[in-house]
């Protein structure tokens, strides 16, 4: 039985607000507010969840690339977060990171060979030449010329810029890779090549992924198990198809219901959600959904609800909802 690789518990990533000549803090954003889960060797966790709530910054949490407000990281069974910043670096060839912006995250002025042995560098692996026959290696891997090695990022399209910066991520065949919305900045002809590509490194190289996305249908594709975010929050957690069966939260049944179908003979009426995302400074007490939930009550408004498990007979895995009457309302689909 595999392993939970990567476990995240009660994390809390708050960012100070400041104001004035001073700049005296004046609030906090609340940016991940109190979340678990784990991932299991070679398996996917999504994170899904509209902008601004929160996902990206679990994802660079993870990765240190914040210090945490509070909670644990635990890769492998080492709590990250009792690591020095000097020691993470031996770290980081276990654990990797995909960027959105391909282009943003790759160096103009670098050869895309220069930007791929550059893992290879800073960890001091390998000859200079058995650098050059990896880079070759990687380059075949994600589906590339080798002739792109030698070439600038500006010369190549987003989907092969994409390509470009996975053959960086798994250079050092990293254990965990957080995948940042990787293919929302790519044309839709070309997201469903990166994905597979994705799914194919996973199963080759037995990778553990974060997958963080705001298309449910994208996540679905991509993941065993989905945590359903909001406002900080998770709202929802449960295998993939439970999330499309048997959706809890009316957070998750509103996300489900905006999926475009593209047989115009089974076009549904969408269930658009009222109202703006509250401000993460300022979230609102209660159930942070219910000012734009259609079911809320006095109860939603004055008390949070804890994410629980939910159990009835359509459940057949572990599914945990934060919701009051969770399982009696149903948005139609």
Wanted: with cysteine.
């Amino acid at each position: 039985m595999n392993h939970h690789l990567l476990e995240v518990k009660n994390l809390k990533m708050h960012f100070p607000v400041k104001d004035g000549i001073f700049r005296r803090q004046v609030g906090v954003v609340h940016a991940v507010d109190d979340i678990s889960f784990s991932v299991k060797t070679g398996e996917t966790v999504g994170l899904v969840g509209e902008s601004g709530c929160g996902k990206t910054t679990v994802g660079r949490t993870i990765m240190r690339l914040y210090e945490p407000t509070a909670g644990e990281v635990i890769l492998d069974g080492k709590n990250l977060m009792h690591i020095k910043k000097k020691q993470m670096r031996d770290l980081r060839k276990t654990m990797q990171m995909i960027f959105q912006d391909p282009f943003e995250s790759l160096n103009s002025r670098h050869t895309i060979g220069d930007i791929i042995e550059e893992p290879f560098i800073i960890h001091g692996i390998h000859s200079p030449d058995q650098r050059k026959k990896e880079v070759l290696k990687l380059l075949d891997k994600v589906g590339l010329p080798k002739n792109a090695s030698s070439r600038f990022p500006h010369e190549f399209s987003g989907g092969q810029r994409q390509r470009i910066g996975i053959a960086r991520a798994i250079a050092l065949k990293p254990s965990l890779v957080i995948c940042d919305e990787p293919v929302s900045a790519l044309d839709v002809s070309i997201q469903s090549q990166i994905l597979n590509l994705l799914l194919d490194l996973q199963k080759e190289m037995k990778l553990t992924y974060v997958f963080i996305a705001h298309d449910l249908a994208v996540v679905k594709h991509m993941s065993d198990w989905i945590a359903v975010m909001y406002l900080g929050k998770i709202v929802e957690y449960t295998d993939a198809d439970s999330i499309y069966v048997n959706p809890l939260h009316p957070y998750t049944q509103a996300l489900i219901s905006s999926i475009l179908i593209p047989d115009p003979r089974m076009r549904r009426e969408k269930k658009i959600i009222s109202g703006d995302v509250p401000s993460p400074i300022t979230p609102p007490p209660g159930c942070r959904f219910h000012t734009r939930c259609l079911f809320a009550v006095g109860k939603c408004r004055c008390e949070e609800p804890d994410l629980e498990e939910f159990t009835s007979n359509k459940a057949t895995q572990q599914h945990l909802v934060a919701c009051h009457f969770a399982g009696k309302l149903q948005l139609p689909l």
